[in-house]
């Protein structure tokens, strides 16, 4: 590995973290202990595997990713706007 692509790799690696100790709080309050448990497990897969070549294969984080966005419906749906149109699950 050539010393440019270390150092750019170690520098975005380092920018991915830092970024990921400075969240926003969910749309809907009753959400953001569940966004950022979401959250700090992508950026952990995201800078530990995907970064290094291992693609989207054994992502840890879709159940977490499946318990948010089940809590955003919600939400959004006591505020009145129905986003269940065009589910796949549903």
């Keep these: 590995m050539s010393l440019f ?4 790799s170690f520098v975005y690696n380092f920018r991915a973290v830092a970024f990921a100790q400075h969240t926003m709080e969910s749309i809907d309050g009753r959400c953001t202990a569940e966004k ?3 959250e700090k497990c ?3 897969w995201y800078v530990g595997e995907f970064l290094k ?3 989207r294969k054994n992502d840890p984080c879709t159940e ?3 318990k948010y966005n089940k809590c955003l419906k919600k939400a ?3 505020l009145g706007i129905d986003v269940s ?3 796949e699950d549903e």
């Design 5 to 8: 692509i270390y150092l750019f």
């Design 36 to 38: 950022k448990e979401y």
């Design 42 to 44: 992508f950026n952990a």
């Design 53 to 55: 070549g291992g693609g």
């Design 64 to 66: 977490l990713f499946e």
């Design 76 to 78: 959004l749906l006591d």
């Design 85 to 87: 149109e065009g589910d």
